[in-house]
């Protein structure tokens, strides 16, 4: 079964602070991987996308890798800003259209 | 800016009423798609369009719900009839179809069934 499973579901961080989140998939064909910000009340925003053969793509303060072997990718969020408060989604592509969301981790910077 | 828009942004309705939901995609996208997201279940497809055609509906209860597009401008999410555990913020997103295609999302409906 395609599935796409984050940790941790929330997290607390101070404002400045450094922090990585995880995600790790099981989905078959793999096209690509995406990390999206929501914000309250938003739509998601696409961060960063990722196909097989990369394995770092950064994007301001947020950097995301994967590890197409063990399946696993992170984001690193850098200097982090009370901004960053958000839920953050991982979506895996599974061939032209299949999206697999994952449930997201919710972000709380605080001052 | 382009942007996808989505009206209405909020709606509270009775059980057992219709509700309809529009979305207008950003000019020149091929692909819709629409979505539901709750606390419990994050973000669930319920129907993807491909050049106004629909492609998969699969995550979408027959019964009640029917999505259409009328044209490339309009995309409409249909529930009838409403039921309480229909309460959720819709989505639509629209993007260009391929293996790298972004999914560029509206601000969301959030609809109440009492």
């Known amino acids: 079964k395609n599935q796409v499973e984050q940790s941790p579901q929330s997290l607390i961080i101070l404002e400045g602070k450094n922090c990585t989140l995880q995600?790790?998939?099981?989905?078959?064909?793999?096209?690509?991987l995406r990390w999206y910000k929501q914000d309250t009340g938003r739509g998601p925003v696409s961060l960063t996308i990722?196909?097989?053969?990369?394995n770092t793509k950064s994007n301001g303060r947020y950097t995301a890798t994967l590890d197409a072997d063990t399946k696993q990718s992170s984001l690193h969020i850098t200097a982090s800003q009370l901004s960053d408060s958000a839920s953050y989604i991982c979506v895996v592509t599974s061939g032209t259209y299949k999206y697999i969301f994952g449930t997201g981790t919710r972000l709380k910077v605080l001052a | 800016d382009a942007r996808v828009t989505q009206t209405p942004r909020d709606k509270v309705t009775e059980m057992g009423q219709e509700v309809t939901m529009r979305c207008q995609p950003i000019l020149g996208h091929n692909t819709v798609f629409w979505y539901r997201q709750t606390m419990m279940q994050g973000l669930e497809l319920l129907a993807y369009?491909?050049?106004?055609?629909?492609?998969?509906d699969s995550g979408m209860p027959k019964d009640r719900f029917s999505a259409e597009m009328p044209d490339a401008t309009l995309a409409t999410l249909k529930i009838q009839p409403s039921e309480p555990r229909d309460s959720a913020v819709y989505f639509c997103?629209?993007?260009?179809?391929?293996?790298?295609?972004?999914?560029?999302f509206g601000p969301g409906t959030r609809l109440t069934v009492l």
């Open positions: 995600c790790n998939y099981t989905v078959s064909p793999f096209s690509n």
């Open positions: 997103a629209s993007g260009f179809e391929g293996l790298a295609g972004e999914q560029f």
């Open positions: 990722m196909t097989f053969s990369e």
């Open positions: 369009f491909r050049n106004r055609a629909p492609l998969d």
